[in-house]
């Protein structure tokens, strides 16, 4: 079965900080793993996903993610954060086999003081 | 521009009412998805879908069931709604590619 954990249920930074948000990962067989964003009172939009290939994956916004099979991780980073970047955000696993289907992190809460 | 459209933003349903959710995609998508979401649970799947009339059930199907007549609208129906059924509903399709399509989500309060 698959799993994942997001670690901190809210992360604060300053403008222009690094923005850091951990999620790790529990798969039996490879993984395909995403990043999702919500703003309030919407839906989840796709920032980024690995599936094959390269392990650091480029998204949306300025954002990236590495995928760390060793350490079955998959954090997402952006170098400078911006207010707007202020949202909830979803680290998902879905297995590379059959119908799998999405499963997701409890959720960070990004909040991006001035 | 592609979408999943939720026909409600917000509903207001009183306990025991029997309550609809629809849901419509525009992108020919095979797989339709019904999660809730919940403060610090994040977003947990009630039932999927790979086909028309096809429904498999996810996490937590208990008190709901779904029906996909047609590719492009896959309804979720609680029985008799209870306050414990009180979220944020949140539609989804995907196709090949494993990357879902989110709708904006229907906020449902049963009282």
């Known amino acids: 079965a698959q799993s994942v954990t997001q670690l901190g249920s809210h992360v604060s930074v300053s403008e222009g900080a690094l923005v850091l948000l951990r999620c790790n990962y529990s798969?039996?067989?490879?993984?395909?793993l995403f990043w999702y964003v919500q703003y309030p009172n919407q839906g989840l939009q796709l920032l980024l996903k690995?599936?094959?290939?390269?392990?650091l994956v480029k998204g949306i916004n300025g954002f990236e993610a590495e995928f760390k099979k060793s350490e079955t991780s998959f954090h997402l980073t952006k170098p400078s954060a911006h207010m707007s970047d202020a949202a909830e955000y979803f680290c998902?696993?879905?297995?590379?086999?059959?119908?799998?289907?999405?499963?997701f992190g409890k959720g960070t809460m990004l909040l991006v003081s001035p | 521009d592609v979408k999943v459209t939720q026909s409600s933003r917000y509903l207001v349903k009183r306990t025991g009412e029997k309550v609809f959710l629809e849901c419509v995609q525009d992108?020919?998508?095979?797989?339709m998805f019904w999660y809730r979401q919940d403060p610090g649970l994040g977003l947990r799947l009630i039932y999927f879908?790979?086909?028309?009339?096809?429904?498999e059930k996810g996490d937590i199907p208990e008190g709901y069931s779904v029906s996909r007549e047609k590719k492009e609208r896959f309804s979720l129906i609680l029985e008799s709604a209870s306050t414990n059924q009180t979220s944020m509903y949140l539609c989804?399709?995907?196709?090949?590619?494993?990357?879902?399509?989110f709708g904006s989500g229907t906020r449902l309060t049963v009282v």
């Open positions: 798969s039996s067989v490879p993984p395909y």
């Open positions: 998902a696993v879905s297995e590379d086999s059959g119908y799998s289907t999405l499963t």
């Open positions: 690995y599936t094959t290939g390269a392990t």
């Open positions: 992108m020919d998508h095979e797989n």
């Open positions: 879908s790979y086909d028309v009339k096809m429904k």
């Open positions: 989804a399709s995907s196709g090949r590619g494993r990357s879902y399509t």
